[in-house]
């Protein structure tokens, strides 16, 4: 799995260059039966679709053409009797963004694409496949855009994952219809966020501190459709604000950031407080060397580790020995207990406030994902439950090469424990010396056997003695396993929405806890600052 080029399942991305290429299910956990965190209560009807900022019903379609017509278009115009897949996507961003406590730009951005995945299907049972998308299509240009996936599929080596496309599911439920126009975002999704970031600038302001940041809005509308009759669709909201504050001369720094749907839920004066009070701490310094730490992980520093373990945790690269979820002599380590405490990672589409769309998206097809998947239902799975392994994401070739159910990834993570409630303050509290981080960056990975991962502390890392934290400590460099990090887990806290500071680019659909780690490695002293 490419981990810089997007999270496990295809990104919804707003800015798709145009491409080509030619290249080569058993029910998952019911989404009753997983735990939930504290704030997202059980629900039984799908999720409404669409940020605060979208309109009922969104927007004309640019160019006066529905993007549903250009699927339709490009099915009717594939070869009779042939396989296609047509994927279009609408997507509006709207940003803001402010340094030194003044708002410096604003400004929306609209894009639309089309992909055609044409399969040629042979007389031996093999097939190629040819996927060409393309930015910006006129209705006359989808005609040349499908003889171009159909030529490069006649020209494609034989598809290893070749099988019969994934017919429709009436399980699969969306809040708006197959015919409605795409949902949109505008610079309105900021009003009552603009107001208050002018608060908190001038307060911060008065307060000798500076402020540093942006909030990005974005909504894509997805529809697929095939010839073996899906018809899908999905409006994918998605937001997030990070802020960094510095003392007025510069020498010290701190972060936070959060994920949101529509704003409504982002509280900018809380996150200034709460990086005044790490500023604070920050005012008394501690030089510590390289060693094993007692470490708390804010649930920020959790979600980075945690989504690269996910992203990991192919079926296919596990059953062929590639990866820390082999099993020695062959097979995988599904059903072994990877946790010393109880915890459950889980993705679910439809958990309320991480809501993503509840079907493969697949453009192309991969390690864990396959174009003739296009439609297959992701349904609620947990893939560690209560500590032991107990699943591996897959698309349906890859889950039978690999002897395991078809788990398809979903586009967000969950991380629980049973009857957490520590909050990360009282963890704080409980702590007789150990360190507390603020968040972790460029984050490598050094070895896929043991999934060891190396990356740098960043924008504060505290010394807690007592109870209290006496002040703040050099930055370090971290050589660790998330796999090997369960295993030394001492305390989970409660799980809450989170924005990972590393991979927010890609995936910032998560819940995570705080949690207290055993000798979390600090491998050497980091000069950044």
């Known amino acids: 799995m490419s981990i810089p080029n997007g999270s496990p399942s295809e990104p919804w991305s707003a800015g798709e260059r145009g491409s080509t290429s030619a290249t080569g299910p058993s029910p998952a956990t019911p989404h009753d039966g997983l735990p939930q965190y504290h704030g997202a209560p059980q629900h039984d009807e799908p999720p409404q679709h669409g940020g605060a900022a979208s309109r009922p019903g969104g927007t004309p379609p640019r160019g006066g053409v529905a993007p549903q017509d250009m699927v339709e278009r490009?099915?009717?115009?594939?070869?009779?009797?042939?396989?296609?897949?047509?994927?279009?996507?609408?997507?509006t961003t709207a940003n803001l963004r402010w340094a030194g406590n003044t708002l410096t730009t604003n400004g929306v951005a609209a894009s639309r694409s089309l992909t055609v995945i044409a399969i040629d299907r042979r007389a031996d049972g093999t097939a190629g496949?040819?996927?060409?998308?393309?930015?910006?299509?006129?209705?006359?240009?989808?005609?040349?855009?499908?003889?171009?996936?159909?030529?490069?599929a006649s020209q494609a080596s034989a598809a290893e994952d070749v099988m019969d496309l994934a017919g429709p599911d009436a399980s699969l439920r969306s809040a708006t219809s197959w015919d409605e126009v795409p949902q949109t975002t505008e610079i309105g999704v900021f009003r009552d966020l603009a107001a208050n970031l002018g608060d908190t600038l001038r307060a911060a302001e008065s307060a000798?501190?500076?402020?540093?940041?942006?909030?990005?809005?974005?909504?894509?509308?997805?529809?697929?459709?095939?010839?073996?009759?899906?018809?899908?669709?999905?409006?994918?909201?998605?937001?997030r604000l990070e802020l960094n504050a510095k003392s007025g001369d510069m020498s010290r720094s701190a972060w936070d950031g959060v994920s949101t749907r529509d704003f409504a839920d982002v509280d900018v004066a809380a996150l200034d407080a709460g990086l005044a009070e790490r500023l604070e701490w920050q005012s008394r310094r501690v030089e510590l060397p390289a060693g094993r730490y007692e470490t708390l992980l804010p649930p920020t520093a959790t979600s980075d580790l945690m989504t690269y373990m996910f992203w990991s945790a192919g079926a296919?690269?596990?059953?062929?020995?590639?990866?820390?979820?082999?099993?020695?002599?062959?097979?995988?380590?599904?059903?072994?207990?990877?946790?010393s405490l109880p915890v459950s990672v889980y993705s679910d589409p439809y958990c309320r406030g991480l809501e993503c769309a509840p079907f493969v998206v697949a453009r192309s097809s991969g390690r864990d994902s396959s174009v003739f998947d296009n439609g297959l239902a992701a349904r609620p799975t947990s893939w560690i439950s209560e500590g032991t392994l107990s699943a591996l994401h897959s698309s349906r070739f890859s889950a039978a090469k690999a002897g395991l159910p078809v788990t398809p990834a979903a586009d967000n993570l969950i991380m629980t424990a049973p009857e957490s409630s520590a909050s990360l303050?009282?963890?704080?509290?409980?702590?007789?010396?150990?360190?507390?981080?603020?968040?972790?960056?460029?984050?490598?990975?050094?070895?896929?056997?043991?999934?060891?991962?190396?990356?740098?502390?960043?924008?504060?890392?505290?010394?807690?003695?007592?109870?209290?934290?006496?002040?703040?400590?050099?930055?370090?460099?971290?050589?660790?396993?998330?796999?090997?990090?369960?295993?030394?887990?001492?305390?989970?806290?409660?799980?809450?929405?989170?924005?990972?500071?590393?991979?927010?680019?890609?995936?910032?659909?998560?819940?995570?806890?705080?949690?207290?780690?055993?000798?979390f490695n600090m491998s050497s002293v980091s000069k950044a600052s």
């Open 74 to 91: 490009a099915l009717s115009l594939a070869r009779p009797g042939s396989d296609c897949v047509a994927i279009a996507e609408e997507a």
């Open 129 to 152: 496949v040819g996927a060409v998308t393309r930015t910006g299509l006129r209705p006359d240009q989808v005609e040349d855009l499908v003889r171009e996936a159909e030529k490069a």
């Open 208 to 239: 000798g501190r500076k402020l540093y940041g942006f909030a990005e809005h974005g909504v894509t509308s997805t529809f697929m459709g095939t010839s073996s009759g899906v018809r899908l669709r999905y409006d994918q909201p998605a937001g």
């Open 316 to 339: 296919r690269d596990a059953a062929e020995g590639r990866t820390v979820f082999s099993k020695a002599g062959g097979g995988t380590r599904v059903g072994e207990r990877l946790a």
């Open 425 to 519: 303050a009282s963890m704080i509290a409980s702590t007789r010396r150990g360190l507390l981080l603020t968040c972790l960056w460029y984050i490598r990975e050094v070895d896929p056997q043991t999934l060891l991962l190396t990356g740098l502390t960043r924008d504060g890392v505290y010394l807690v003695e007592n109870g209290e934290v006496a002040g703040a400590v050099n930055n370090f460099r971290f050589n660790e396993s998330p796999v090997g990090l369960l295993g030394r887990l001492a305390e989970v806290g409660v799980t809450s929405k989170t924005l990972p500071r590393e991979w927010g680019d890609y995936f910032n659909r998560a819940a995570m806890p705080p949690v207290r780690i055993e000798g």
